[in-house]
């Protein structure tokens, strides 16, 4: 079963505006991390946010962590065509999932030039 | 270090044939992990392993095998392959030690399996 859901599941923006994507996800977690996917490719780790923590930056990218609402959010700013791509939350909860990350389904970004 | 690798890139198979899909990485880590990516679906975890001699089910392991003899190497056999196994399989490795990039798993290319 899928543990985190992704929101939109796509979204087009023009090159320079912020994109922002949404996850949810169902148990307790220990983290939760994000993934981008360009087309054909394998999936390429961005950031990951314990649950303990509440946001974090890493160059563009801003993620935010609510526990009480089991959400998530991941935010890129200044948007350029190269950051077309699917983006994944996925989730880890040592003691439920025995450690496996639980993936949502993705949102599809498109950045137009 | 090469990461993690994945052969071969592209196979078609006949239902009912069987193949092992192979997967290596060069990082010492102790966690290796299959997924297959269907459209729509995102990714589900097939098997899974903590170390070497150690494996189990993940999500959707029916009509697959898998084994770890050594920690470099987690290979995915398919027994008898079923149009339902048309996917893109992608092998996954991380480290859960502190130091380093913990928990952050390490994807490699991916294998496209078509089953006619």
């Known amino acids: 079963s899928q543990q985190g859901e992704e929101d939109p599941q796509a979204l087009s923006i023009q090159e320079g505006e912020n994109a922002t994507m949404n996850c949810s996800y169902k148990t307790s977690i220990n983290n939760l991390q994000w993934y981008r996917q360009n087309s054909g490719r394998g999936l390429v780790h961005l950031i990951l946010i314990r649950s303990n923590e509440r946001e974090k930056h890493s160059g563009r990218l801003r993620v935010t962590l609510d526990t009480s609402k089991k959400s998530s959010s991941l935010l890129i700013t200044a948007s350029r065509a190269a950051d077309t791509a699917s983006y994944f939350c996925?989730?880890?909860?040592?003691?439920?999932?025995?450690?496996?990350?639980?993936f949502g389904k993705g949102t599809k970004l498109s950045v137009k030039p | 270090n090469a990461g993690v690798t994945q052969t071969p890139k592209f196979q078609v198979l006949k239902t009912g044939q069987s193949m092992t899909l192979q997967c290596a990485q060069d990082m010492n880590h102790e966690y290796m992990s299959w997924y297959r990516q269907d459209p729509g679906m995102g990714l589900r975890l097939i098997h899974y392993s903590v170390g070497a001699g150690i494996t189990d089910q993940g999500e959707v392991p029916n009509g697959y095998n898998v084994s770890r003899s050594t920690t470099e190497d987690f290979p995915l056999r398919l027994l008898s392959a079923a149009p339902s196994q048309t996917s893109v399989y992608f092998c996954?490795?991380?480290?859960?030690?502190?130091?380093?990039?913990?928990?952050?798993?390490?994807f490699g290319p991916g294998t496209r399996l078509t089953v006619t």
């Open positions: 996925a989730a880890l909860n040592y003691g439920g999932s025995q450690g496996n990350l639980i």
């Open positions: 996954a490795s991380r480290s859960d030690r502190e130091g380093g990039t913990p928990y952050e798993q390490y």
